[in-house]
């Protein structure tokens, strides 16, 4: 009875209007009365928002019967600021610098939020203005000296200025509109910023304030001025970490985008290199860049990518991780359909050879499309070796990239089922050494596998200076122990040693994370049927990839189906390129 009279104190009913509100004070704690209309929360029953739960509960208890209000916003909580939020969505400057001031200021939450800044000063020492813009990102030495000190001086003014703000004040006494050239010509004329543009809608000056852009209102003219003036931190252009080369370019991408973007046009110096900028459509407002050569991509795959992008519908982005999970078409399939690369030189090769890249702001990733197996084997490195090296450093990978998947497998198949494969002397040894071993031989891969992984993922996530000594222990300390402790056989920890190198000759982080999981696929079914299930397991495998495809181009390309590129599997001589690849269909071939 407590709680229902308590229920009663906060929330009231009222029949014909079916409005429940909910007042909040100074404090946070609800009132007796709540008919203020300053924190006011209107219950809607459409049943959409899981938040509304705990009140429907609530108002079944105290026997309250829930009407549907009529609304025209589709939100189930209506607060003032949402409500002014709507109202000032497709608001254009009408030249009255106090009711703009008051919507920006309005639109930005100024009153709560302590870095936007507004700065009133005279034009030319007569005409009332107001600067905005977000503190910290911006560079405040060229706002001064390149935009508000040209402002505030008196010689700035010429004659056209003069004669255009006298008609603006006297449009403004007979009640006309105002006019708008004026912030177009102080924009040509006055200050001295390289970029900028003059908005009429605040909906557009707000999102380019929020890329480091300052907005200039000035009294009567039916616009906003926003200049270029960005100037938060960033990190500059440093070495590639994750894909060391010996030879060649160090440079890798950043988390800016424009930068990223000169990165590549410094590589490929070509006019028909687009760049194509994109607002992801999400609530944080990432741009990204669809990167493309005219001339060269085949138009149906740059529209498929762009169709992809401008799909994207969702709350937060904020690296191309994300960005690859929401354009990749096939969400079950474990193998990775859009190339992740931290290095310009290899995105610019992709590209010039028909590609498509998505560069995404604050990311120092590219994604690249359309992809095949054998650009995950691939390192830049090859083109930079001679062919002879180059060669026998690609046929190393591919034997570390089926010794990583065959070799747990193979080893548990001949332990389980076909000991006879193994000569007479070699098995005696494997067999003496598991005596005192309580685990089977399954059992016993698993958690020298999983123990394996578990050393790998925390050398990962600790600090760079304790990671090495991590592996060290783990690799030498841990296996030593176990051995000695008789957990494992020696025999296992070369196994597991083995095939763990293997993988991490895979240059492809996110290859090698797909190959842990065929790893133990293969893994199960030798435990299973021995190399029968290895047979079956390496066919599925097999059939699987070849069912794979990325934005159309089969996954197993050039060899299935088989194209005259030659150079995927087997480093020739290198004597140039001077066609792009056929399974692409670029425009040039």
């Known amino acids: 009875m407590l709680f229902i009279e308590y229920l009663k104190d906060i929330f009231t009913y009222d029949p014909p209007s079916a409005e429940f509100s909910l007042d909040e004070s100074a404090d946070g704690s609800l009132p007796e009365k709540i008919q203020n209309n300053s924190a006011a929360y209107v219950v809607k029953d459409d049943g959409t928002d899981p938040s509304m739960e705990r009140t429907s509960r609530y108002l079944k208890k105290l026997g309250i019967e829930k009407q549907k209000v009529a609304r025209e916003t589709a939100d189930t909580f209506s607060t003032p600021h949402e409500e002014s939020d709507q109202n000032m969505r497709g608001y254009t400057f009408e030249g009255d610098l106090q009711k703009d001031k008051d919507n920006i200021q309005q639109a930005f939450n100024k009153d709560i939020n302590a870095d936007i800044i507004c700065r009133d000063f005279l034009v030319f020492g007569e005409h009332k203005a107001c600067c905005f813009y977000i503190d910290g990102m911006i560079n405040t030495t060229m706002l001064s000296d390149y935009i508000l000190r040209w402002l505030l001086d008196k010689n700035s003014r010429n004659p056209q200025l003069d004669a255009l703000f006298a008609e603006t004040q006297s449009n403004r006494d007979k009640g006309g509109k105002a006019v708008g050239d004026v912030l177009q010509i102080l924009f040509e004329s006055v200050v001295s910023i390289k970029s900028g543009k003059v908005t009429n809608t605040l909906d557009e000056a707000a999102t380019l304030m929020l890329d480091g852009f300052s907005a200039i209102c000035v009294e009567g003219c039916n616009g906003c001025l926003v200049l270029e003036t960005i100037g938060f931190e960033r990190r500059q252009v440093e070495k590639s970490e994750n894909e060391k080369i010996i030879l060649g370019p160090k440079q890798g991408f950043c988390e800016t985008l424009k930068s990223n973007v000169v990165l590549l046009r410094q590589i490929i110096r070509t006019n028909d290199l687009i760049n194509d900028m994109q607002v992801v459509g999400a609530d944080n407002n990432i741009k990204c860049s669809i990167v493309y050569r005219k001339d060269i991509a085949n138009p149906a795959l740059v529209r498929e990518v762009q169709r992809r992008v401008k799909a994207i519908k969702t709350r937060l982005i904020t690296s191309d991780g994300m960005m690859q999970q929401l354009m990749e078409r096939h969400k079950l399939n474990i193998m990775p359909q859009i190339l992740q690369t931290e290095r310009p030189d290899r995105v610019a090769a992709l590209i010039m050879n028909g590609h498509v890249a998505v560069l995404v702001d604050g990311s120092p990733y590219a994604l690249v499309a359309p992809v095949t197996f054998y650009m995950f084997i691939n390192s830049p490195e090859d083109y930079y070796l001679r062919w002879q090296y180059a060669l026998v450093a690609r046929m190393t990978r591919f034997v570390g990239l089926f010794g990583t998947v065959l070799f747990p497998a193979v080893y548990l198949a001949i332990m389980l089922y076909q000991q006879n494969f193994l000569p007479e002397e070699i098995l005696i040894s494997i067999i003496s050494s598991r005596k005192s071993i309580g685990l089977s031989v399954f059992a016993e891969l698993i958690v020298i596998f999983t123990a394996f992984e578990l050393v790998r993922e925390a050398g990962i996530r600790i600090p760079g200076g304790i990671n090495q000594a991590l592996g060290i222990i ?116």
């Open 474 to 589: 783990g690799a030498l300390i841990l296996g030593q122990a176990a051995v000695a402790a008789n957990i494992v056989s020696p025999i296992i920890i070369i196994i597991i040693a083995i095939s763990g190198l293997g993988a991490f000759a895979v240059p492809n982080y996110t290859m090698q994370l797909s190959l842990l999981y065929i790893r133990v696929f293969f893994i199960f079914m030798a435990a299973i049927a021995g190399f029968f299930g290895i047979s079956i397991a390496f066919m599925f495998a097999l059939a699987f990839l070849c069912n794979t495809n990325s934005f159309g181009v089969p996954f197993f390309a050039p060899f299935a189906p088989k194209t005259k590129d030659k150079g995927a599997f087997f480093r020739g001589a290198f004597s140039g390129q001077k066609k792009g690849k056929d399974y692409l269909d670029p425009l040039d071939y």
